[in-house]
């Protein structure tokens, strides 16, 4: 029998009306299943008046007579007494150390210390710590210095404060029904008995204030305890039931309500399961979920309809998994109840709205209000919950500043957007606070109904609108707070303050009990009992959670006065596992088996390690079974992805002209060539604020063709080597601003400006040394007007195609032309095996495929073929040279016909068709019905691939 089932059973045999009893639990989640128990007990058939049932919380403020206010609220109270008593501090520098300054006030009614002497010992200490010269001017020791020195004060002030308005925290409401009843225990008169159920650790006023109730014959106490924790003085989980047994405790008789013996007979199938990752916690929860469902299928419906669904909980210790568990729930699973606080921080829509914060601060930060950094925009725009509402609308604004390369986006941008969510998002400015929250509560809103729209109520659904109603109400709570508070703050402030609170706060989730299955957090399961319990991230620094404390009372001074310490909390959470074992059959132990972010290796949690080493000894009917999850997936081998050469494909290939950039596509990667030039998918694009190498690069080619374009048809000296030299930063600068596309008027700053002096330099030493050289005359510069044919077989057919290509520069020296093409990277190989063609038993392909290291010489021969159409290449009888100047070596680097000629080379008239057969063969590959497109090998060439995410690479 489930432990309130006994409580139940034990209170409608007792002859007491249960109309005049109070029922007390650690939460409000054990009063619903209590209620429900009621409800099916065998005992209680006839109508009846049901007893009060309150949480601890509830019934302390009931009894006090006071409003027990939020911490938030208490916040801002402290605040304006710390003006008034200490003159003012920025309310953002008080948030930091007046919560746990709250914390500590807490503490220290909940456990009835002596405020007079706890603050005086503080004092006392400051004094001490000021005045031994350690690490004077620390950031810790000033903040406790303050704390010390003004907490006595201005907990006085706010008790004081607290009292005229009939208000108190819990803490506070707590000393004073303790210290109340203390002195009038017949005070309780509006119930005849008072249960209290399923506690543990409790604090001195909780303590205090059930042992006056006790003595004066009002209250009862239903301990629910096992003797395998509470008889071993070893054993934490039975720590606070040993000191409350204590004589001078007086909570617990000799008979008193339970102690069981089911953890060292009860029979147990416990499962540990090793994961490798978080998320592979609940992928394979999700598997085991989908069996019991089965099970629960097959098996007799009992009188109440329950099933395995309801028979279990799955219990996250870590909140962060609930959503990776919801995502992966089978379809089998028909309904889940979430019981549990989940950090708001952890939800998509704390995203979208950090994101607005973020991008309000910015433009308040660069003093451009109305104007949107589009990084900023960005994140926006192409958040999920935006792409499900306005996603069509997002990816052409998006598309727009692209294609501008704008760096801001104006407000006025979004002024006639059909979607209220970007009006709202993207409205001009904020007057102040209460007009930023009106308009944050205006995204909230229309989101939601957005994102509802045409949605089935899936149980990830449900949950994600409950964290925006969360939200919703944490918004106009903070908005109603500075407003009444009379707290001046400025919005940039209050944007910071708003993230803190969403940071801090969670969602609290509340289902029906007895619907499916139940998700809860471990505190969730106080008093409760399942058939099949799941736990999930049984590991160390989680279960129990790591040592982390708010407050400024030091751990000695905690000791002395009795507040809880790090024990104590470890004690708690062991209580609460081992109890949750009890009454269950089937237990699913989950825990992470891999390294964390630092590199260590997630150790299993000690109750699970205390489990594995010593509970099958002390428990013969026990079933202790461990084991590593291994999924199977599909291997890891990079199937190669190839696409025929369809007749359709090949004759819209026919129709294109080829510049040397498209046939350098195909020589690296056949399937990006048909990616690219075939399907004409676009690479992403994004608004540059700065040059990428591709930028960088055509702002150089831009700057040299600016400088060297008025001396077309001219003989260039030393005289115009001198004069360009005088413009290189005005071209520079020039060429860098017409590529980014950045205005005149607009400043060039950071990285920018020292982009344009690097091109600056660049270009001044291709000049400098410019000028050590013969002069040479100019004969064109960046001209595209260029164009020529080979011919290809398809098909049997011989076939025209059309070439083009932009040269960056030809010229004549000593009166050889030369074909040159500027590189601001590293070019490849410029040396080829002249005479060396696919032999007949040699695949094409591959002869084809050595090209594709040597896209430049290729690219070079192409110039040549386009160039040999030309009268330019007809006044030189001795042919031309081609080549590259790579600025990353500073020099000239010549295109070799012999890998073994290192004096260079030259083409002439008579090469043409030479060139032309080389061309040749790389088209032939290109255009083989035979051959699909293919991918490349190369790592490296796919690491920078702008389609590597297409072919799984």
């Known amino acids: 029998m489930k432990f309130l089932e006994k409580v139940v059973d034990h209170l409608a045999g007792s002859g007491l009306d249960l109309g005049r009893i109070a029922v007390v639990f650690p939460s409000r989640r054990a009063g619903l299943f209590f209620e429900h128990y009621m409800q099916q007990s065998a005992k209680l058939s006839k109508p009846l008046i049901a007893p009060d049932l309150f949480s601890i919380h509830e019934f302390v403020e009931r009894l006090s007579g006071r409003t027990i206010q939020d911490e938030l609220s208490l916040l801002f109270r402290l605040y304006k007494i710390h003006q008034q008593e200490y003159g003012d501090e920025p309310f953002e520098s008080f948030y930091v150390w007046g919560r746990d300054l709250l914390d500590d006030f807490g503490e220290i009614d909940e456990h009835l210390v002596d405020p007079g002497k706890i603050f005086g010992g503080l004092e006392t200490l400051a004094g001490m710590e000021a005045g031994d010269g350690i690490e004077r001017g620390g950031q810790v020791r000033a903040t406790f210095l303050k704390f010390a020195s003004k907490a006595g004060r201005l907990y006085a002030r706010l008790i004081e404060e607290l009292a005229q308005s009939g208000e108190a925290y819990y803490g506070l409401a707590l000393r004073r029904v303790a210290e109340t009843l203390a002195r009038e225990p017949n005070r309780v008169s509006e119930w005849e008995k008072i249960a209290f159920v399923g506690f543990n650790a409790l604090t001195a006023g909780e303590k205090k204030l059930i042992k006056t109730l006790k003595t004066a014959g009002k209250a009862e106490l239903f301990w629910d305890m096992d003797r395998y924790f509470t008889r071993d003085d070893d054993q934490e989980a039975g720590r606070f039931f040993r000191e409350n047994r204590a004589r001078k405790a007086g909570l617990i008789d000799k008979d008193c309500r339970w102690i069981e013996d089911l953890l060292g007979s009860g029979t147990k199938n416990i499962s540990v399961v090793g994961t490798a990752g978080n998320v592979a916690q609940a992928k394979a929860c999700a598997v085991l979920l989908e069996r019991l469902v089965a099970v629960g299928k097959s098996a ?35 309904r889940v109840n979430v019981t549990m606080g989940f950090p708001l921080r952890l939800t998509p829509v704390f995203t979208l709205i950090a994101a607005i914060i973020e991008m309000r601060e910015n433009c308040r930060r660069l003093k451009r209000e109305g104007d949107f950094y589009f990084a900023d925009v960005e994140k926006i725009l192409f958040h999920p919950h935006i792409q499900a509402v306005a996603g069509e609308e997002a990816a052409r604004i998006a598309r727009e500043q692209i294609d501008r390369n704008a760096a801001f986006v104006s407000a ?43 949605r089935e109520a899936a149980a990830a659904d449900e949950v994600e609108f409950e964290y925006f109603y969360a939200l919703f109400l944490l918004v106009q709570r903070l908005q109603d707070l500075v407003e009444a508070s009379g707290v001046a703050l400025e ?109 260590a290796k997630a150790g299993k949690s000690r109750f699970l390690e205390q489990l594995l080493f010593e509970y099958a000894k002390k428990n013969a009917n026990a079933s202790v079974t461990k084991r590593i999850a291994v999924f199977s997936a599909r291997s890891a081998r990079r199937e190669p992805i190839e696409v025929a050469k369809s007749p359709k494909t090949l004759e819209a290939m026919l129709d294109k002209t080829y510049s040397p950039t498209m046939i350098g596509v195909f020589l690296e990667c056949p399937l990006k060539f048909y990616f690219k030039e075939v399907l004409g998918l676009e690479e992403p694009e994004d608004v540059r604020e700065h040059a990428d190498v591709g930028a960088f690069g055509s702002a150089v ?32 600068e020039k060429g860098y601003r017409f590529v980014l596309k950045i205005g005149t008027a607009d400043r060039l700053r950071g990285r920018n400006f020292l982009y344009v002096r690097i091109i600056e330099e660049l270009v001044a030493g291709f000049l400098e040394g410019e000028g050590r050289r013969p002069p040479c005359e100019i004969l064109d510069i960046e001209s595209d007007k260029y164009r020529s044919s080979v011919r290809v077989s398809m098909a049997g057919t011989m076939r025209e195609l059309a070439l083009c290509g932009r040269i960056d520069r030809v010229d004549a020296c000593d009166g050889l032309v030369r074909v040159i093409d500027y590189k601001t990277g590293t070019p490849g190989s410029l040396k080829l095996d002249w005479d060396r063609q696919a032999a007949p038993g040699e695949a094409r392909a591959g002869f084809v495929a050595g090209l594709g290291k040597k ?71 290109m255009f083989d019905k035979d051959r699909p497109f293919v991918q490349c090998e190369d790592d490296d060439t796919c690491e920078r691939c702008a389609y590597k995410d297409l072919c799984c690479r």
């Open 300 to 334: 007799p419906t009992d009188s109440a309809g329950a099933r395995e669904e309801h028979e279990t909980a799955i219990v996250l210790p870590d909140e962060s998994l609930l959503f990776p568990l919801l995502h992966s729930l089978p379809p089998q699973v028909e």
């Open 491 to 599: 919005l940039s402030t209050f944007w910071r303050l708003l993230r803190a609170e969403i940071d801090r706060a969670r969602v609290p989730f509340y289902g029906e009990p007895l619907k499916g299955f139940q998700v809860m957090g471990l505190l969730e399961t106080r008093a409760l009992d399942f058939k099949n319990v799941i736990i999930l991230s049984a590991n160390e620094g989680v279960l129990p959670a790591g040592k982390t404390r708010r407050g400024f009372i030091p751990h000695e001074v905690r000791r002395l006065f009795g507040l809880p310490g790090y024990d104590s909390h470890d004690a708690m959470y062991a209580y609460n596992f081992y109890r949750l074992l009890c009454r269950a059959e089937n237990i699913h132990i989950f825990h992470n088996t891999e390294h964390d972010e630092h590199g």
């Open 412 to 454: 006025e941008e979004f002024a006639g957007s059909a979607s209220p969510v970007l009006k709202n998002i993207f409205a001009p400015r904020f007057e102040g606070i209460q007009d930023f929250c009106a308009g944050l509560l205006d995204v909230l809103k229309n989101l939601r109904l957005a994102l509802a729209e045409g």
């Open 855 to 925: 896209q430049e010489a290729v690219q070079l021969l192409v110039y040549f073929c386009l160039l040999a159409e030309s009268e330019l290449l007809k006044r030189s009888g001795d042919g031309a040279r081609l080549g590259v100047y790579a600025f990353g070596s500073g020099g000239y680097r010549f295109l070799h016909k012999d890998r073994t000629d290192e004096s260079g080379s030259r083409l002439r008239a008579g090469d043409k068709k030479a060139v032309r057969e080389r061309l040749q063969t790389v088209f032939e590959e």
């Open 701 to 732: 080619h831009r700057a040299l063709a600016d400088l060297y374009r008025p001396y077309v048809g001219k003989t260039v000296t030393k005289k115009e080597i001198a004069a360009m030299s005088r413009r290189a930063r005005e071209a520079a």
